[in-house]
């Protein structure tokens, strides 16, 4: 059993950057790959990034692609998202999981946090 919890969420004005973290319970966190997902209102939850469970593969959505970066520490069991550069249309909750299965797919991924609201402002 994983449980995770984002923190790091918040407003910021277009342009600007914000560092979201996700720390996880368990002694088996650097077996899993971890990503983050979002979800903005009316709309469907969509794949932000992800990384193995060494985090050394990466891939990110093409709308974040050179803006966003995610990164771990498998030593403080915690999984970052840089973002950087920020638009309106980042404006969602984004949650973190974890699952045994590297990939973009939500279904991959078995353990899900509540989520951090991010609000960007034009």
């Known amino acids: 059993q994983v449980q995770l919890v984002e923190s790091g969420g918040g407003l910021v004005q277009a342009g600007g950057s914000l560092r979201l973290s996700c720390a996880a319970s368990g002694r088996t966190f650097s077996s899993y790959a971890m990503a983050w997902f979002r979800q903005a209102p009316g709309k469907e939850r969509e794949f932000v990034a992800g990384c193995s469970a060494s985090g050394s593969i990466t891939n990110y959505a093409n709308s974040v692609k050179g803006r966003f970066t995610i990164s771990r520490d498998n030593a403080k069991n915690t999984v970052y998202l840089q973002m950087n550069s920020l638009k309106p249309e980042d404006t969602a909750v984004y949650h973190c999981?974890?699952?045994?299965?590297?990939?973009?797919?939500?279904?991959?991924?078995?353990?899900w946090g509540q989520g951090t609201q991010v609000t960007v402002s034009s």
């Open positions: 999981a974890a699952g045994r299965v590297f990939g973009a797919q939500a279904a991959r991924y078995d353990y």
